[in-house]
Every structure is written in structure tokens, then in C-alpha cells.
């Protein structure tokens, strides 16, 4: 599985776009690039995944350089609800292969 | 999406009683489901692999005869702390991948806060 590294925290006002980023330079061929969101007490919950290139969905968009040694997640216009743990994985996950997380980083969303 | 549910949702005991721990795919069949552990303020650590019918696979320094996982059919895994201590206190989550999807996306249920007191 493919070593991630994030920040470890992030401050953000309300309204403003939310840039993270994750770096992932031993990603292999068949990896994909997927992003999850945990808030205190619950589990994660998916947000968005991508190979290359450009996602995007009515959560956040995720973008990918050609050489996939990186990621962006980008929540725009965070609320105070956005507040949470963001965790980036690298793999090919199918069958009994587990999900493996990393540090994550905390967002904190102030008014 | 798919849902997972966790019964209970906390759960207080006393040092030395054992706890059960209820993971369901509600709405779809999971041959595998894993059960993750997370301490205040650190990330989720997989504890076990758990397969329909089979034994589970359990991570490098997690005791298989303290967390017992029974995975009896292909909707309910179930996670029991045995002889729970108070450094068993923490947030156990299960998660399970729905079979139809062709890659990766895995579910996760609310989690259940066990406090050992």
C-alpha cells in the first residue's frame, strides 16, 4: 500500500475554499485515490474517489497531476459543519482488502 | 449508499465482564467485513478481517483470543471483547464492502464508544 503523507491540521473561515493536499509518491499502476471524511464519535463516510485527472461530485472535487504522486481535495465554500477528519488512501482495494489509514488531517471550520 | 448499523452504539462494563459488538449490512450481502479500533485523537486502526463462514485474520499485535469475531452469515459480523480491561476503552468501528461493486468503496458503521470501567 502506498505511503501517504498530509498536513496534520488545517484552519479554515466559513465561505472559503479548502485546498488538501496529499502526497503519494510510491503510488503503483492500479492504485486509486480515495478521500474520507470522519467527524468525532461516528465512522467515515466516503467522499470522493479518483485515478487521474479531475473528479468531482456535489462534495468536494479531487484533483490528480498526470504523475499521480499527489492529490487535492478542494471543498469549497466550507460551513462550520465541514469541521472534521480528512484521510487520504492510496490502493487497490477490492475483495478482503482493507481500507489502511493514515494520520488524516483535522479541518477546523471557524465563523 | 449502502448502510452498516453497530449494536450497541456505547457500551459501559465493568473490568472482567466480556462485550459484544453487533455489525450489520443492512441493505446488502458483505463476505468480508473489517473491525477497526480508534483511540481520542488518533486514527483508525484495523484490528481484524472478518469472513463469512471462516475464521477472521487478525493484525499483528491483536490478541484473536481477546476480540473473538464471529462472521455466521453474510449480513452480521460480531466483535467480543473478552475479560475487557480499562485500556480496552476505545471506539470500535466495523465497515463492510458491498459485493455488487466492482471496487472499492467501504462502508463504515456509526461505531460503538466502549467504555471498561
Known amino acids: 500500500l502506498a505511503k501517504t503523507t498530509q498536513p496534520i491540521s488545517m484552519d479554515s473561515y466559513e465561505g472559503q475554499e479548502v485546498n488538501i493536499t496529499c502526497s503519494h509518491n510510491?503510488?503503483?499502476?492500479?492504485?486509486?485515490i480515495t478521500w474520507y471524511q470522519q467527524f468525532p464519535s461516528q465512522g467515515p463516510r466516503f467522499i470522493i474517489q479518483?485515478?487521474?485527472t479531475k473528479v468531482t461530485n456535489e462534495v468536494a472535487s479531487l484533483f490528480i497531476p498526470a504523475d499521480r504522486k499527489s492529490s487535492t481535495l478542494s471543498l469549497p465554500r466550507v460551513s462550520l459543519s465541514d469541521t472534521a477528519v480528512y484521510y487520504c488512501?492510496?490502493?487497490?482495494?477490492?475483495?478482503?482488502?482493507?481500507?489502511?489509514f493514515g494520520k488524516g488531517t483535522r479541518l477546523s471550520v471557524i465563523a | 449508499g449502502a448502510v452498516v448499523s453497530q449494536h450497541p452504539s456505547w457500551v459501559i462494563c465493568k473490568s472482567g465482564t466480556s462485550v459484544k459488538i453487533e455489525c450489520r449490512s443492512l441493505d446488502f450481502q458483505a463476505t468480508t467485513m473489517f473491525w477497526y479500533r480508534q483511540f481520542p485523537k488518533q486514527s483508525l486502526m484495523l484490528m481484524a478481517t472478518?469472513?463469512?463462514?471462516?475464521?477472521?485474520?487478525?493484525e499483528q499485535g491483536v490478541e484473536k483470543d481477546k476480540f473473538l469475531i464471529n462472521h455466521a452469515s453474510l449480513t452480521l459480523s460480531t466483535l467480543t471483547v473478552t475479560s475487557a480491561h480499562p485500556e480496552d476503552s476505545s471506539f470500535y468501528i466495523c465497515?463492510?464492502?458491498?459485493?455488487?461493486?466492482?471496487?472499492?468503496?467501504?462502508?463504515f458503521g456509526p461505531g460503538t464508544r466502549l467504555t471498561v470501567l
Open positions: 488512501l492510496v490502493g487497490f482495494y477490492s475483495g478482503n482488502t482493507p481500507l489502511v
Open positions: 510510491n503510488i503503483a499502476t492500479n492504485d486509486y
Open positions: 465497515s463492510a464492502r458491498d459485493n455488487r461493486q466492482a471496487l472499492n468503496e467501504q462502508f
Open positions: 479518483g485515478y487521474k
Open positions: 472478518s469472513n463469512e463462514g471462516s475464521k477472521a485474520t487478525y
